[in-house]
């Protein structure tokens, strides 16, 4: 059932293209949309007619453009689908709804410590279902549901092994088990690369084509954005900065755990990562020491991405306060990180300006990317 409905979805790849391209512009001119495609105008008209008669697309105000006749701006009709986003950490899970413009609509921290899966799962499923009650303009508008949690992917399909404190979610095929429990398609995906996902869908992707995402969670990972689309890799790993360093050298990379275990040896009790937004002081003394300690890893990650994929862009994110990745920058560039004999082009340094977690808001936008827009 749920395929069929699915595949009743389905676009053309010149549909995909003119979405995504409506997407990014964001009330572009109905007359302007072709010089954006390979497509004759005859075709890019009669392809947005179909759109609006699915009701994919609407009509708004009339643009001016030149001397010709004003034309109809082309947008996306934000309630023609929906999708749900989870972002699963160690100490917190986020869920999201999104609508086809992939503007939040309701989002719901889980109230306890996410540690064991059952409960979680049962709270979840319970949750979407209020949502389903609480909002019935969603019913058979909701297409699917990206899972991102924080670790990385194993050989066996659907299989995360996640840090320590999630190890009840390890050895499992979550997508199958998630898919099965909400009835519903899921995503199984690194919650580093969707935080890529929500940057390349509303933020920095908007500006930089190709970027690197480094998400500074409990642990320190990344994601890579190559010429707008999220780049996943054979296995869904990539990006997993994390690997460069030596086991004698991950005590030093710049993850929030061991902040907050810095900070508790000074008699700081920050209790989890979730809540150090929420309680960061940038006079605490210890900082000084965790960015000094740290920023030499951080600049060998930035190099590493400068070396593989030559961004043009590099974005902070995750869950640290943007006022510390803003010292962190700075730190970096009081160390004097660009070498002399280094001459390439230095990418954009930039703390995530997100208002919304770009890891949930990712996950929630996969769905609509596999099924809508261009891959």
């Known amino acids: ?23 990014r512009s964001k009330g572009l001119a109905r007359s302007a949309i072709t010089r954006q495609t390979n497509l004759t105008q005859q075709s890019v008209h009669r392809i947005v007619d179909r759109l609006l008669e699915l009701e994919y697309l609407q009509l708004g105000d009339s643009v001016v453009q030149g001397r010709g006749q004003p034309s109809r701006a082309v947008n996306l009709a934000p309630n023609a689908f929906f999708s749900l986003g989870v972002s699963l950490n160690t100490d917190v899970m986020l869920v999201c709804l999104v609508n086809f413009n992939g503007k939040i609509l309701v989002q719901e921290n889980i109230p306890f410590a996410p540690v064991n899966r059952r409960e979680t799962q049962t709270w979840l499923r319970a949750l979407v279902v209020k949502w389903r009650q609480d909002y019935p303009f969603i019913e058979g508008r909701i297409i699917g549901l990206g899972f991102a949690m924080t670790g990385y992917f ?5 299989h995360i092994r ?11 095929d979550l ?60 296995f869904g790993n990539a990006g997993e900065i994390g690997r460069i360093y030596t086991t004698d050298e991950i005590p030093k990379r710049p993850a929030l755990a061991i902040l907050l275990e810095m900070l508790a040896s000074r008699g700081v009790h920050v209790p989890s990562v979730a809540r150090l937004n929420d309680e960061f ?15 030499p890893h951080l600049l060998r990650a930035i190099n590493a991405l400068r070396s593989v994929i030559d961004p043009s862009a590099i974005v902070l994110g995750g869950q640290i306060p943007k006022p510390l990745a803003r010292m962190l920058l700075a730190a970096l560039e009081q160390q004097g990180v660009k070498s002399p004999q280094d001459i390439s082009v230095w990418p954009k340094m930039i703390v995530s300006e997100l208002e919304d977690d770009s890891a949930v808001l990712g996950a929630a936008l996969q ?6 827009f261009r891959k």
């Open 1 to 23: 059932m749920i395929n069929d409905v699915m595949e009743s979805m389905k676009v053309t790849a010149n549909e995909r293209m003119i979405l995504d391209i409506v997407r």
């Open 154 to 158: 194993v050989k066996q399909k659907g």
């Open 162 to 172: 996640p840090p320590d404190p999630l190890l009840d979610w390890a050895g499992i």
């Open 175 to 234: 997508e199958h088990e998630l898919s099965h429990l909400l009835n519903m398609p899921v995503i199984l995906l690194n919650n580093a690369t969707t935080g890529a996902i929500g940057e390349a869908f509303h933020g920095a992707g908007l500006k930089y084509q190709t970027f690197g995402y480094l998400s500074f969670d409990f642990g320190f990972g990344g994601g890579i954005v190559i010429d707008g689309e999220p780049f996943f890799g054979a």
């Open 281 to 295: 002081d940038s006079d605490w003394p210890v900082l000084a020491e965790w960015i000094q300690l740290t920023t």
């Open 367 to 372: 769905p609509l990317r596999n099924m809508f």
